[in-house]
């Protein structure tokens, strides 16, 4: 219908403007909220989407569940949503545009299609259902060769990816990192140390071009090509970011060195690859003219590096730094967070002046069981047995008693913990409790939850 | 004394070269880790020297809370932000426990100083601390084995104290249910739990110590020591008698030359 035919009709329509690139860029955001669901999300333009979801169902219970939680998001955003699942990417998407009628299962609804779900110009599609050919399924059932000979191998082959027999491949959407730099060999390099040689050109050009930025990569990522077809990646990252050629280098030694299985050239590499996904503004250092000290500012960076180097060779989990949690809880008032992540420091809650410390220096997680002789119910113990020794306990002071998290649990239960500081006759000092009340409990168990100092 | 062959002479001439630019007494320490005890830090001349190695003896496993503590205490009562770097093996939380900043912050330190660094095995943890005491800036170095460390022979541990000196950086070595061993550390230390001085209702009171200096390069050794860590303070103190702790004067050798003597 005409724009002037349409206003006659409604005088108040509301018009806006048809412009496809903003559509691209809408429906390129949708693509990216959809890599919530699977990484592998494909851009089907005009106005479609394609997701493989291999794999990735049972992140949200089921295919159902999955189609649910999309519809109930893209509904949210105003969007109109016509969606169905196929074996391979093409069946998937003819199936979402061009179902008319349900079938019992996906290949029947496949083969119920109307011919139009192959996409052929219209004089094809015209001329297939002037020969009586409607569905798929009718046209599957004639020979391959006539289709290919009367309407063109294109013809052919969209029958063949529509009902599985040809490969249906998947163009996903990728984010290209923000500055990468590759380089390609005539002849493929086999030797290891040119191949660093040539990363590090590749980080001395990726350098240059973070400095012209003004931006310094947390993140970089080296990807090796080899010439019979085996990519291999390798990443470091760093606390700061950096834009130190000899540092990133130095990583890179440290993450190859510590690869059990070892990068291994084969025939050669053709290509090399350095991205840097993660970047963070970095403005050049200068020291105050009020006279910042050099040293300084030096052992700041030298304890960064020392991060960053412990931390590529033994992993980001291995070196730690502690942030506190609130809660009573005491082997979840702690958390180890990676170093390399930089967290804010958080407030420990300040002991009391004058109290001996009510926590102990070693923790152990989970408690170990102890057996101990003690008042019933509500006694303190007299000694405990603990890796096949008897400890004789001199001073104690308790219970401290300290409740389940009843609030944060589905049963609202949990047992009651009597904690007991106690001083044996040696003088060593132990945290101890009781896992439940008697009333709780007919028989509650004891355990060592920590050593003091 | 006449050489018996000419390389024994060359060998014996750079050896003292060496000795005389490059061992590890030779150059002055650049502070001290004090403990804040008057008498203790007097008789080792200020403290336990920065730059240098300190070992850490808990011979029984069960002390082992103890002997940390003093080498995390000493390292961060100086104050600060400097990191205190704290080397482990991952199997030593299963074993002694898990280091656990909230009992830290309770004894007056700042866990935010700490710095947890977890190697797979000895070998690695060797190899991080050679890393680690090179690096400057830092309180201390804390390096916590457990029983015997075959790789940490007398070259290992020269090249640990050579790396910790010339950075300036103090690494102390907590050697849990182990015996000493020969090394080139400037004090060694046998570290025991002491009973504390009992508070109201006969609770336990402030951490106590029982120190043994085994070995001083600077010095004579044997010398006993019972210190209590007063946290509001940050200093350790002589433990405060009480009736339930044995006067000290009868195990303590108070002049390490020959108190009969005297």
Not at chain 1, 240 to 253: I, K, N, P, S
Not at chain 1, 371 to 386: M, N, S, Y
Not at chain 2, 87 to 110: C, K, M, N, Q
Request: proline share 8%; with cysteine; aromatic share 6%.
């Amino acid at each position: 219908m005409p724009l002037a035919d349409a206003r006659a009709q409604v005088p108040d329509l509301a018009i806006v403007a048809h412009d496809p690139v903003l559509d691209l860029h809408w429906l390129d955001r949708l693509a990216q909220g959809c890599t919530r669901y699977t990484p592998l999300v494909a851009l089907d333009a005009p106005d479609g989407l394609i997701l493989d979801i291999t794999g990735c169902t049972h992140l949200l219970g089921s295919e159902a569940a999955l189609i649910d939680d999309i519809d109930r998001r893209l509904t949210r955003l105003g969007m109109t949503l016509r969606h169905a699942l196929g074996p391979t990417a093409d069946a998937a998407r003819a199936l979402a545009r061009y179902q008319t009628r349900p079938a019992p299962d996906e290949a029947s609804a496949i083969r119920r299609l109307p011919v139009a779900a192959l996409e052929l110009d219209a004089e094809a599609t015209t001329a297939l259902v002037r020969a009586g050919l409607k569905t798929i399924g009718d046209l599957a059932s004639r020979p391959m060769a006539n289709i290919a000979a009367r309407f063109g191998a294109d013809a052919a082959t969209a029958l063949r990816r529509l009902l599985g027999d040809a490969p249906s491949p998947l163009d996903p959407r990728v984010t290209p990192p923000p500055v990468a730099t590759e380089r390609r060999f005539a002849e493929p390099v086999a030797s290891m140390p040119h191949a660093t040689q040539i990363l590090a050109e590749l980080v001395g050009e990726a350098i240059v071009e973070l400095a012209e930025r003004g931006k310094g990569g947390r993140h970089f990522r080296a990807t090796f090509f080899r010439s019979d077809g085996l990519a291999r990646s390798i990443e470091i990252e760093t606390g700061h970011a950096t834009r130190d050629a000899g540092l990133v280098m130095r990583l890179f030694a440290e993450r190859m060195d510590a690869l059990r299985d070892p990068l291994d050239p084969g025939f050669g590499f053709d290509m090399m690859r350095l991205a840097v996904p993660r970047l963070e503004a970095l403005a050049a250092t200068q020291l105050k003219l009020e006279g910042g000290t050099v040293r300084a500012a030096h052992q700041g960076a030298a304890m960064a590096e020392l991060v960053d180097r412990l931390a590529t060779r033994l992993g980001r989990g291995r070196v730690c730094k502690f942030a506190a949690v609130d809660t009573h809880i005491p082997e979840q008032a702690q958390l180890a967070l990676p170093a390399i992540d930089a967290a804010p420091p958080t407030p420990w809650p300040a002991p009391d002046p004058g109290e001996p410390p009510l926590r102990p220096f070693y923790l152990f997680d989970p408690p170990q069981v102890i057996e101990v002789i003690a008042e019933v119910p509500d006694g303190p113990p007299h000694r405990f047995r603990w890796r096949r020794a008897t400890h004789a306990i001199r001073r104690y002071e308790g219970p401290e008693r300290i409740a389940s998290e009843w609030w944060r649990r589905r049963d609202n239960g949990g047992l009651t913990r009597d904690y007991y500081r106690v001083e044996d006759d040696r003088g060593r000092r132990y945290w101890l409790f009781r896992h439940g009340l008697y009333d709780e409990k007919p028989d509650p168990r004891w355990y060592i939850h920590g050593l003091f100092a | 004394m006449r050489e018996s062959s000419q390389p024994l002479a060359g060998l014996r001439q750079r050896i003292a070269r060496l000795a005389a630019t490059g061992g590890p007494a030779s150059r002055p320490a650049e502070g001290w880790l004090a403990t804040g005890h008057g008498a203790f830090d007097s008789a080792l001349g200020g403290g336990l020297a920065v730059g240098r190695t300190h070992e850490f003896f808990a011979a029984d496993a069960l002390d082992g809370a103890s002997a940390a503590a003093f080498a995390a205490l000493l390292a961060l009562r100086g104050g600060g932000d400097a990191p205190l770097l704290w080397l482990r093996t991952v199997d030593a939380g299963r074993r002694t426990g898990h280091i656990y900043a909230p009992g830290i912050a309770e004894l007056g330190g700042d866990p935010d100083r700490l710095l947890l660094i977890e190697t797979a095995d000895p070998k690695m943890l060797l190899a991080c601390a050679n890393d680690a005491v090179r690096c400057a800036g830092s309180a201390a170095v804390i390096v916590e084995s457990w029983g015997k460390f075959p790789l940490l022979d007398l070259t290992a541990g020269r090249r640990l104290t050579l790396g910790a000196r010339d950075a300036g950086t103090t690494l102390l070595m907590l050697r849990l249910n182990a015996a000493p061993t020969p090394s080139v550390a400037e004090t060694r230390w046998s570290i025991v739990a002491a009973p504390s001085r009992a508070l109201a209702a006969d609770a336990p009171g402030a951490p106590a110590f029982d120190l043994e200096l085994l070995r001083w390069r600077g010095g004579p050794a044997g010398t006993r020591w019972r210190l209590d860590w007063d946290k509001d303070e940050q200093i350790f103190r002589d433990t405060a008698l009480s009736g339930a702790v044995l006067p000290l004067a009868a195990r303590r050798a108070v002049h390490p030359f020959g108190a009969e003597a005297a």
